[in-house]
């Protein structure tokens, strides 16, 4: 199965073979577009570890974009102090058929945490 594509049949996110290092390029399957309003249920969110100091990334910015009609910055949220975020990136209705990056600004969190 060309997951690279999006061709696949299930329904969960994966993390695109071609992105590069701090960016994770995410699409959703092309059958969750016929899924119910009443049966879609999923959301994105994230948590990051430094594994290099054995902790959460707490503070690190997070870039969300949409690439499916030109690059298109949706949100832009910072990491909590269990390396999470507050809320879903996207939840409910937000969560389409589409390609999207995350953008982990890491360079800037590794300079603020020596």
Request: charge should be positive; charged fraction near 25%.
């Amino acid at each position: 199965m060309d997951h690279s594509r999006g061709r696949g049949t299930c329904s969960y996110l994966f993390r695109h073979p071609g992105a590069s290092a701090g960016m994770t390029k995410l699409w959703f399957p092309s059958n969750l577009a016929t899924k119910s309003r009443e049966t879609r249920m999923g959301r994105l969110t994230t948590h990051i570890l430094d594994t290099a100091l054995g902790r959460p990334a707490k503070g690190l910015k997070i870039e969300l974009w949409s690439l499916d009609e030109g690059p298109s910055l949706l949100k832009t949220v910072v990491t909590n102090q269990d390396g999470r975020v507050d809320a879903p990136l996207l939840d409910g209705e937000e969560l389409k058929v589409g390609q999207y990056e995350l953008r982990f600004h890491a360079g800037a969190y590794l300079r603020e945490s020596g």
